[in-house]
């Protein structure tokens, strides 16, 4: 089955450490996204890459950083420059024929 | 920059219809979209509308109106796996940029 994988669901950080969020898919798409969703709020854009070894910021891209090596994986780091990291954080992909876009099951990122 | 406006909160009994709205302040986008996803989950994709008009698929239907910079989801014989947030979208013409409102929570009552 095609779809976006996410790992780890739960993730714990200590201030200061810098994480990394997996994201990978099987849907030969060659968008993909990271969304940061805070409670009770929408998606907000943190970078999206076109295709492979091309990143653009989003909104809100400070304190993040991202790879696009292959185009089956988007890795998204919360360096500890982000101030307020705590959220849930989506990676999606999107077709160049669709307008659809198709979500991973998402990362809860808690910083203690 | 863009904005998209939704109500934050709609209360609606088993078996009605309602209808979520959605106001923007964008231009240049390919077309509006719509999403649901419930507490905890990813959100899972519904509808779009590239042109003005209604869109049916099942018991949910969407429209656009670009002149109106407006658009609503519709919800038909409302089932209680209904209750979720609803989240209307648009994807613009610079790098197919996707930019979502801050979502509606439909709460279904019995």
């Known amino acids: 089955d095609g779809g976006i994988t996410q790992s780890p669901k739960y993730l714990f950080r200590k201030e200061g450490q810098n994480v990394t969020l997996s994201c990978e898919q099987n849907?030969?798409?060659?968008?993909m996204y990271w969304y940061r969703q805070d409670p009770g709020q929408g998606l907000r854009l943190i970078y999206y890459?076109?295709?492979?070894?091309?990143?653009q910021k989003g909104d809100i891209a400070e304190g993040y950083s991202v790879s696009r090596e292959k185009k089956e994986s988007f890795p998204l780091t919360v360096t500890s420059a982000q101030k307020n990291p705590t959220a849930f954080y989506l990676c999606?992909?999107?077709?160049?024929?669709?307008?659809?876009?198709?979500f991973g099951p998402g990362t809860r990122l808690t910083v203690l | 920059g863009q904005s998209l406006e939704q109500p934050s909160e709609v209360t609606a009994v088993e078996g009605a219809i309602v209808q979520i709205n959605c106001t923007y302040q964008?231009?240049?986008?390919?077309?509006l979209s719509w999403y649901q996803q419930h507490d905890g989950g990813a959100p899972t994709f519904l509808s779009y509308?590239?042109?003005?008009g209604l869109e049916e698929t099942g018991r949910f239907s969407s429209f656009l109106s670009r002149s109106d910079s407006y658009g609503y989801l519709l919800l038909q014989e409302l089932q209680m796996k209904d209750s979720a947030s609803y989240f209307c979208?648009?994807?613009?013409?610079?790098?197919?940029?996707?930019?979502f409102g801050s979502g509606t929570k439909l709460n279904v009552k019995p």
């Open positions: 999606a992909s999107t077709s160049e024929r669709d307008n659809e876009q198709f």
């Open positions: 849907l030969n798409h060659d968008a």
């Open positions: 890459s076109q295709i492979v070894n091309d990143f």
């Open positions: 964008t231009s240049g986008f390919y077309g």
């Open positions: 509308n590239a042109l003005d």
């Open positions: 979208a648009v994807n613009r013409y610079n790098f197919n940029k996707f930019y």
